[in-house]
């Protein structure tokens, strides 16, 4: 009885997964209109509080090595290379903070530091198990999204 239960459980979650991740636009998909996207890239809505763990986490966004943030004053080293993202939420509306994320470049130039975090548009030497990659998930970059959202 519980391994039937369970069996169902696995199927119900992957067949949800499945959905989900067929929603998602795939990087070479997204489409840039000026500096705008204006079609999130998942069905999900973006999770704040997510996107602040994303922003934080050294494996994931690792924002901080170059971005100062007063919403986290109890994390150590906050970067300089980049401008302090106090108020971003204020500056730039959702559909360009997207692209900022997923292409800085399309947004900065070719010659900002800024990585493109859902981007294949990335340096000539790229170690082979990473080509086709990007730094974060569609959904990561959502819930970056609603979190800088939320520094006003
Ligand atoms: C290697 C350094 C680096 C990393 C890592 C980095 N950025 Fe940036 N970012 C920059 C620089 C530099 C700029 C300024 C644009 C320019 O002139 O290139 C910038 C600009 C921005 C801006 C616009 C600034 C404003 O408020 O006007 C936002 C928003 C931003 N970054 C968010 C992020 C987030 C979120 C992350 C993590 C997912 C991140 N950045 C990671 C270097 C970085």
Known sequence: MEIRFLSCAVFVCSAAY????????APGDVEINA???DKPLTDVAGDPANG???FINRKQGNCLACHANSDMKDQ????EVGP????AGTRWQEDHL????????AVFGDQTVMPGFYSLEVGADVRKDLIGKTILQAQDIEDLVAYLSTLK
């Open 18 to 25: 499945f959905t989900f991740a067929q929603a998602d636009t």
């Open 35 to 37: 500096i705008s996207i």
């Open 52 to 54: 602040k763990k994303i």
């Open 76 to 79: 150590l080293f906050h970067g």
């Open 84 to 87: 302090s993202l106090d108020g």
């Open 98 to 105: 997207r692209t900022i994320l997923v292409n800085a470049k």
